[in-house]
């Protein structure tokens, strides 16, 4: 029985997982020792991870629509 194709996942959806694991990270650490460093760098890591999981969002949605759109090419008007 042949391997199945390796999945691998999309930049945008690591991107956006890493950053926003991060950013959580940083904001908590920042919160509790008061370091207004740690709290601005977590709130940019979560805006980096909001931004990646639109661009993900849409590139879900073109995917999504692709088929769509090709099988209404081929009705008659």
Do not use: Y
């Not at 999309?10 to 950013?23: D, H, I, Q, W, Y």
């Not at 999981?53 to 009705?75: N, S, T």
């Amino acid at each position: 029985m042949p391997d199945p194709p390796e999945r691998r996942s999309p930049a945008a959806l690591v991107v956006s997982t890493a950053f926003g694991t991060t950013g959580l990270v940083l904001l908590l650490i920042g919160l509790v020792t008061d370091v207004t460093g740690l709290v601005v760098g977590g709130v940019a890591a979560g805006t980096v991870s909001l931004v990646a999981a639109l661009v993900w969002r849409e590139q879900l949605i073109k995917a999504w629509r692709g088929p769509m759109e090709r099988g209404q090419e081929d009705q008659p008007r």
